[in-house]
């Protein structure tokens, strides 16, 4: 509970007269629950709910931040009691039991015309039951982030197959670091590597279609993929002790330069340049192909607004997300977030990484999957992550868990 | 109060008051009890006979559930570890008993001694769990150095499904040993100086004495010593959300964590299988409680 802003409009009354033409003003209440208090997320909200207030002078905006962890606990609690008018969360099937639940509000109205053409990219995402159910901000690529300066001092150069991976990484390791750092205490970053390996060695389809419980987990393709984890794991490609750390605390392992790399998605870049690696340092690449002739597919998680069911002031609630997700404003708020915008018109900011992911976006031709978790139901999510982490440490457990997820993935149809 | 009229011009409040003050001075107390203890239970058995995600509607699925818990290797692993709990746990009363003795003399300071072994109860079980976790860890933690000290290997206590229990319930014995150690030193100064005097005359001393003289007069916070540990052992909650979050793959599991995780965490939206789990962890208590409370009754008789 951090912020009220209460006619903070007055003087920046200004540059209301571009976006705001389209709409007449709003008077009234709107309540705000954001779901992230750092710092560079609280400055992009906080910025654009002053452009909006400059907007709707007479609307009373009072704009509440919650941690982003609490929230997903919390999100169940305020949207059947006392439910703000807009709230923040995920895409894809991370909201399917809210909106199963009548917990959100149909906003498809809102993806009619050319908004839903700006931001097409992620309708699929945001679609349930042939609806949406909330716009998207921002959204993020995932790959590989490496030390630049490594690679040159080895003499390697990005890999674009499966076996060149493997072959740098075996360089890597004779050179006496690990190729990946990574920290497996809270699990999902084991479904970014699945995620991965799954995508490219069987393709985005099979992928959905297996996060969506069609496919038994005892499936060949399936222990393919393992199979490929598992070359990984045999050349100890890993950093040693993963499961005691948290994707924060594995950084230094990289920073320090006793691991090449990092699978991760673009969030890394900020606290890996604060520890002092510089863009010379610090090189994107995407994840390499592994089955011949699949196109590359990507995660690209998506965060979003939405409206709860029981919310009193939903026509300001869409006048809001109608502007969070407008061009301009998605151009300045990831400008200060240093992600991507969805709207497709919005300028993305001039940043290495973020262009580099720009572009790996623009040319996703097999898909873009949510992650592991959204895309997942919670309780294969879950089932599935401890699992990987598993798997990790004990490899040859791999029947045993790939027989139980396909216990919780039957459980899941039947129910 | 009363209506009636009555010839000597008692009311019934006043004929009955002797019987009636109790039950009305325990009135709030039963029926905050009754709220939040008793009903609750009986809402665990309910909730449990259903499959309901916390936010939809809940369908009626009788013992299914339970039926489940049976086949569930994860609910097998958090009993196993209850277990372990349990049993290790009671580790802090011979522990106290050790440090109650040894600070149970009169030297200079020796209150300060004493509040100094007394202060890792005092801090939050989150805070201990938080500077045990960073004392195990691998890469920046104080334990690897020491052990390399003793030419012993490197290890990750938190990450590894055979030692995370352990290490956590170390974590947990340092504030208990700490608590009964308070409850001894307490029921030493109740020791009868002249049974002391007497046994010594009679040429008892060491461990006779400790076994013969000394213990039987400490049963009273013996017996509350393994109460308040056995408590703490099952509420062994908060030191594994702090520590491993369960993991490392659901290694380090109790079922009250468990009974969370599947339907309160992130990912966790099976009320039905939690509550189930609930009945389970309430029955266990149960026997233990059932005897605790024979006791008692059996004393008071005795008393």
């Known amino acids: 509970m951090q912020s009220i802003f209460k006619g903070v409009a007055a003087g920046l009354a200004m540059t209301t007269l571009l976006a705001g033409a389209a709409s007449a003003e709003l008077g009234g209440d709107l309540r705000i629950f954001f779901d992230d208090q750092n710092p560079a997320p609280k400055a992009a909200i906080e910025g654009t709910v002053e452009r909006f207030q400059a907007m709707h002078p007479d609307m009373n905006i009072e704009l509440t931040l919650i941690d982003r962890e609490a929230n997903k606990t919390q999100i169940r609690n305020y949207l059947t009691a006392n439910a703000p008018d807009i709230n923040g969360w995920y895409a894809g099937n991370r909201m399917r039991p809210y909106v199963e639940a009548g917990l959100f509000e149909d906003v498809s109205d809102l993806w009619d015309g050319q908004l839903g053409e700006e931001l097409a990219s992620t309708r699929a995402a945001m679609t349930i039951d042939g609806k949406q159910w909330g716009v998207p901000y921002t959204y993020y690529q995932w790959g590989i982030y490496y030390r630049q300066d490594i690679y040159e001092e080895l003499g390697l150069t990005p890999a674009t197959t499966w076996e060149e991976e493997k072959a740098n990484c075996q360089v890597i390791l004779d050179s006496g670091r690990k190729c990946y750092t990574i920290g497996t205490r809270f699990l999902w970053t084991a479904g970014g590597w699945f995620d991965y390996l799954n995508l490219r060695t069987n393709g985005y389809d099979f992928h959905m279609a297996l996060t969506a ?57 900020a606290p890996m340049r604060e520890a002092g690696l510089t863009d010379d340092q610090l090189g994107f690449y995407q994840f390499p192909e592994i089955t011949p002739g699949i196109p ?37 708020v990831n400008e200060t977030l240093g992600q991507l915008p969805v709207n497709r018109n919005a300028t993305v900011p001039d940043d290495k990484f973020i262009q580099a992911g720009f572009e790996l976006l623009s040319n996703a031709e097999g898909g873009i999957a949510q992650f592991f978790d959204r895309d997942a139901s919670a309780e294969m999510a879950s089932a599935g992550m401890q699992g990987f982490q598993e798997f990790m440490v004990l490899p040859d457990n791999l029947d045993a868990i790939l027989d139980r997820l396909e216990q919780v993935r039957q459980r899941l149809n039947a129910e | 109060m009363t209506a009636q009229t009555d010839p000597q011009g008692t009311s019934w409040w006043r004929r009955n008051q002797m019987r009636a003050a109790p039950w009305l001075f325990l009135a709030p107390g039963i029926a905050f009890f009754a709220l939040y203890v008793i009903i609750p239970i009986f809402q665990s058995f309910q909730i449990s006979l259903y499959r309901w995600d916390g936010l939809g509607e809940a369908r009626y699925i009788g013992l299914d559930n339970y039926d489940q818990l049976l086949d569930d290797a994860a609910f097998y692993t958090s009993l196993m570890n209850n277990v372990k709990w ?63 000290l003793f030419g012993l290997g490197p290890m990750n206590v938190l ?58 007069q400490l049963r009273p916070a013996t017996f509350i010593a393994v109460v308040v540990t056995v408590i703490g052992a099952l509420r062994s909650f908060d030191m594994i ?58 004393e008071e008789r005795e008393g």
Not at chain 2, 93 to 119: E, T
Not at chain 2, 241 to 246: D, F, K, L
Not at chain 2, 280 to 288: A, E, G, P, Q, R
Request: aromatic share 16%; hydrophobic share 50%; glycine share 8%.
């Open chain 2, 159 to 216: 990450g590894n499904p055979s030692t995370v229990t352990y290490g956590i319930i170390a974590a947990g014995l340092w504030p208990q040993i700490a608590y009964c150690m308070i409850l001894y030193l307490t029921g030493l100064n109740a020791v009868d100086p002249d049974q002391v005097e007497a046994a010594r005359l009679d040429g008892a001393k060491g461990l006779k004495m400790l076994w013969y003289v000394i213990l039987p």
């Open chain 2, 86 to 148: 349990l049993v290790l746990y009671l580790l802090a009363i011979p522990g106290g008993l050790f440090i109650a003795l040894f600070l149970n003399q009169q030297v200079r300071g020796i209150r300060l001694y004493k509040s100094l072994f007394f202060f890792p109860f005092v801090i939050s079980q989150v805070v201990v769990g938080l500077v045990f976790a960073w004392f195990y860890n691998p890469s920046i933690g104080l334990l690897n150095p020491v052990l390399d």
């Open chain 1, 213 to 269: 419980g069609e496919i038994p987990w005892t499936d060949q393709r399936v222990r393919d993929t393992f199979a490929n984890w598992r070359e990984l794991l045999d050349m100890g490609a890993f950093i040693d002790d993963h499961t005691a750390y948290s994707w924060q605390e594995a950084q230094p392992f990289m920073v320090n330069g006793e691991a090449a790399a990092y699978l991760m998605g673009n969030f890394v870049v």
């Open chain 1, 296 to 332: 590359m597919a990507e995660d690209a998680p998506t965060d979003t607004l939405h409206i709860p069911a029981q919310a009193e002031n939903k026509e300001n609630a869409r006048a809001f997300l109608r502007y969070m997700a407008s061009a301009e404003n998605q151009g300045i």
């Open chain 2, 241 to 298: 959300s702090v520590m491993t979050n369960g993991g490392p793959f659901g290694s380090s599991r109790v079922l009250a964590y468990y009974m969370f995780e599947v339907s309160l965490s992130e990912y966790g939206f099976r009320m039905g299988y939690g509550a189930a789990i609930a009945v389970v962890l309430f029955l266990i208590m149960l026997v233990y409680i059932a005897f605790f409370l024979w006791r008692m009754w059996r």
